[in-house]
């Protein structure tokens, strides 16, 4: 079983590839950098991120988005 550290560094390095080939992402509708959405997924207290992949025409990965599903849950 991964620990959280090994899990936090393996996005890190999956998000650094996305950014490397352009991919846009984005965290709750602002554009935001692999540092940034590993450390929110540290630092989150409540809830969870959900992925939402825009594929382009050709097939390929166009943006990357990540929300909080909880957030977007509560009235």
């Known amino acids: 079983m991964k620990t959280d550290e090994t899990a936090y560094q393996e996005l890190f390095r999956e998000?650094?590839?996305?950014?490397?080939?352009?991919?846009?992402?984005?965290?709750d509708g602002?554009?935001?950098s692999p540092m940034q959405i590993v450390a929110a997924h540290m630092t989150r207290e409540k809830g969870s991120y959900m992925r939402d992949y825009i594929i382009d025409t050709e097939g390929y990965i166009e943006s990357l988005s990540f929300v909080n599903i909880n957030r977007n849950n509560q009235a």
């Not at 590839?17 to 965290?27: F, S, T």
């Open 15 to 27: 998000l650094e590839r996305y950014e490397n080939k352009g991919v846009c992402m984005l965290m």
């Open 30 to 32: 602002s554009p935001a």
